[in-house]
C-alpha cells in the first residue's frame, strides 16, 4: 500500500519497520519539529526522522499540522491510501484525517476503551494492573475514541518498568499493524465501536506526580518507582536537595515500628521506613551527582542513619 506514516519518538520505529519489511510504500513522514535536547540545548531530531531519512524516506515537520493548509496539501499530493498513526503528540485535525480513502490507523498502547490519553502504560503499572494490551483502532476526531480494528492482551511483568514496558508493547503492535492493515484493505476486518460507557482515562504525568508520600504503602511506592520511569521518575528530598529513587524492592523482613514513614534505615544496606513497612533501596541519584549503588551513595557520609526524607 501507498501511505504516510506519522509519529515522533523511537517506540514509532518497529512499526515503521514492520510496514517496509511488509512490502509497504511508505512515501513520507510526518513528525514534530527538532526540538532543543540535553543540558546543553542542542536541537535534536525526532528519532523517526533520523530514522527515516536513512532510508531515503522524505520528511515534514510542521509546527501545528493543525494549522498548516501547506502540509496538509503536500499529503494530500501524495494521494497515499492510507496513514498509519504511532505516538504522533498530538491530535490530527479533521481535514487530515479525511485526506486517505482507507483513513488513519493508530496504534494504542492499552486494551481500549480502557486507558484512552496520553499515560496509559504508567497507569497501567501504577494501578498494579496484571495485564494490558496493544489496539489498533480507526481515527476519529477524539481522544482514542475511533472504532476498534484489532487487540492483542499482554501480561505485565511485575518486573518491569514504563520504560521497558511500553517498548515491548510498540514491538508487539508493529507487526500487529502491519497484519491489521493488510486485513483492512481486503475488507477482511470490521471496524468495532468502542463502548464509551466502559472507558476510562489518562492524565499527562507532571513533574510533582513522581515525589514519594511515605506514608503510602510499600506496594504503593514500589508501583510508582516502576510507572514513573523514565519520566517523572520518583523522588523525595534529603536536606533540601532532590534523591530520586530509581530501584528498590520490599523489605518484608524489617519490623521497626520506632521509625515514622520516610525515616532511614542504615547498616551495610539503605532501608526506608513506609506506612506498611519497609523498602530496601537499590539504586539513588543525589541531585547534581550520578546515579549509584545505594551502598555507595551511604559511603563516607554519616548522620544518615534515622533521617527523616522529605520536604
Known amino acids: 500500500?501507498?501511505?504516510?506514516?506519522?509519529?515522533?519518538?523511537?517506540?514509532?520505529?518497529?512499526?515503521?519497520?514492520?510496514?517496509?519489511?511488509?512490502?509497504?510504500?511508505?512515501?513520507?513522514?510526518?513528525?514534530?519539529?527538532?526540538?532543543?535536547?540535553?543540558?546543553?540545548?542542542?536541537?535534536?531530531?525526532?528519532?523517526?526522522?533520523?530514522?527515516?531519512?536513512?532510508?531515503?524516506?522524505?520528511?515534514?515537520?510542521?509546527?501545528?499540522?493543525?494549522?498548516?493548509?501547506?502540509?496538509?496539501?503536500?499529503?494530500?499530493?501524495?494521494?497515499?491510501?492510507v496513514a498509519?498513526?504511532?505516538?504522533?503528540?498530538?491530535?490530527?485535525?479533521?481535514?487530515?484525517?479525511?485526506?486517505?480513502?482507507?483513513?488513519?490507523?493508530?496504534?494504542?498502547?492499552?486494551?481500549?476503551?480502557?486507558?484512552?490519553?496520553?499515560?496509559?502504560?504508567?497507569?497501567?503499572?501504577?494501578?498494579?494492573?496484571?495485564?494490558?494490551?496493544?489496539?489498533?483502532?480507526?481515527?476519529?476526531?477524539?481522544?482514542?475514541?475511533?472504532?476498534?480494528?484489532?487487540?492483542e492482551k499482554v501480561a505485565i511483568d511485575p518486573t518491569e518498568n514504563c520504560h521497558e514496558l511500553t517498548t515491548r508493547l510498540f514491538k508487539i503492535g508493529g507487526p500487529l499493524m502491519a497484519e491489521t492493515l493488510s486485513l483492512w484493505k481486503s475488507n477482511g476486518i470490521e471496524a468495532i465501536p468502542q463502548d464509551n460507557s466502559t472507558a476510562t482515562f489518562t492524565k499527562p504525568l507532571s513533574r510533582v506526580d513522581g515525589e514519594i508520600d511515605w506514608s503510602m504503602s510499600s506496594a504503593k511506592i514500589l508501583r510508582a518507582i516502576k510507572a514513573f520511569h523514565p519520566w517523572p521518575s520518583t523522588y523525595t528530598f534529603i536536606h533540601g536537595k532532590i534523591l530520586k529513587i530509581i530501584t528498590a524492592s520490599d523489605a518484608r523482613q524489617l519490623d521497626d515500628i520506632s521509625l515514622e514513614p520516610g525515616q532511614m534505615k542504615i547498616d551495610?544496606?539503605?532501608?526506608?521506613?513506609?506506612?506498611?513497612?519497609?523498602?530496601?533501596?537499590?539504586?539513588l541519584q543525589l541531585e547534581g551527582r550520578n546515579a549509584a549503588k545505594a551502598h555507595d551513595f551511604i559511603h563516607g557520609q554519616k548522620g544518615l542513619d534515622g533521617t527523616l526524607l522529605g520536604r
Do not use: W
Open 1 to 81: 500500500m501507498r501511505l504516510v506514516f506519522i509519529g515522533t519518538p523511537e517506540f514509532s520505529i518497529p512499526t515503521l519497520d514492520s510496514l517496509i519489511d511488509h512490502g509497504h510504500d511508505v512515501v513520507s513522514v510526518l513528525t514534530k519539529p527538532d526540538r532543543p535536547t540535553g543540558r546543553g540545548r542542542k536541537m535534536g531530531e525526532p528519532p523517526v526522522k533520523t530514522y527515516a531519512k536513512d532510508l531515503n524516506i522524505p520528511v515534514i515537520q510542521p509546527d501545528s499540522i493543525a494549522k498548516d493548509d501547506l502540509a496538509i496539501r503536500h499529503l494530500a499530493s501524495l494521494q497515499a491510501e
Open 84 to 151: 498509519v498513526v504511532v505516538a504522533y503528540g498530538a491530535l490530527l485535525p479533521r481535514n487530515l484525517l479525511d485526506l486517505f480513502p482507507l483513513g488513519c490507523l493508530n496504534l494504542h498502547p492499552s486494551s481500549l476503551p480502557k486507558y484512552r490519553g496520553p499515560s496509559p502504560v504508567a497507569t497501567a503499572i501504577l494501578e498494579g494492573n496484571e495485564t494490558t494490551g496493544v489496539t489498533i483502532m480507526l481515527l476519529d476526531e477524539g481522544m482514542d475514541s475511533g472504532p476498534i480494528l484489532s487487540q
Open 268 to 283: 551495610s544496606d539503605v532501608f526506608i521506613r513506609t506506612g506498611t513497612g519497609f523498602l530496601k533501596l537499590h539504586i
